[in-house]
């Protein structure tokens, strides 16, 4: 269980009123501990309002402690620690590139003008005194050398106004308790056991997929990395031997298990993404060396959302697994 706070900011520059430059939300995944994390993209792709029952269920756990103690500050300090000050350090980056650029071609091109039209004047002043009478007068020539100063001027304050950045104070949009469908089933008296045990055997049986699969594309002569809980979409990034790269979803279950679950963004990434694999993995009770991975190409093509509220799919395991062949 823990809550997802929606943390914004705005980056604005130094005109008045300010222009907003850039605009950022950060999802903040916040746990019972006290600790946070990123949440990732739009997590609530993957989640649904509860039912009525399933809210009854949860009337107690709303109550606890760590919820009550709000989430504010704790998502924004992290926020401000593990993204915004990043962000704003590219933003002031890019900013102040782009200006430098147009600083210089502003300067050139007006100087350029300034020099000419001073110019201009004394070559009219000569003419003046020499009895000759120009087309235009040198006070006229004089009026727009300094025009052109003043815009000049103008133009370089409002450059430096453009890279005056500063950050917004952060704020929290909103809030929302993600309660994992385990929980529920053991306050319906679906489940027994302690949480912590199940927690405990879930975590085990992901890593010995993630392992199973790491070794299997180790085997294929790819460069695996295994990306962070939170990441949407898929589990791991292996990188070919040409540079290109491979993605994998890993879903693991013990052996004999009938059906798993996919989330939306997953079938989703799974649909567009070029060179993408589901690997599933049968965990053996016996030990790791007897668990067996196959892979599935494609195996979202016939799946798709005409509901929004839909979050997740429910596949049969089995069906999946016949489909699926040797690691490729």
Known sequence: MWQHGRVRAHI???????????????????APDGTAQSAGQAPYHDYRVPTPDEAGLLRTVVDEQWLADGVEELAINWAMEHG?????????RRVEHSVARVRTQVRRRLTQEINYWDARHAEL?????AGQNPDIRPETA???ARELERRLEKRLAELERDEALRLKPLTVAGAA?????????RLAGKRSGPLSTYAKRTAEIEQRALDA????????????KVLARNNRGFDIRSRTPDGHYVFLEVKGRISGADVFTVTRSEVLYGKNADRYRLALVSVSPDGPEH???RYVVEPFRSVSF??????????????MWARGGEPT
């Open 12 to 30: 604005v520059n130094g005109h008045e009123p300010a222009h907003t430059v850039s605009k950022r939300f950060d999802f903040v995944e916040l």
């Open 84 to 92: 915004f000050l990043d962000h704003f350090t590219e933003v002031r």
């Open 125 to 129: 002043l000569d003419k003046v005194r």
């Open 142 to 144: 004089f009026a727009r």
């Open 177 to 185: 308790l993600a309660v994992p469908h385990g929980l529920i089933e």
């Open 213 to 224: 699969v790491v070794a299997a594309e180790r085997r294929l002569g790819r460069e695996p």
């Open 291 to 293: 668990d067996k991975v």
């Open 306 to 319: 005409d509901d929004f509220a839909v979050t997740a799919v429910v596949f049969n395991w089995h069906e």
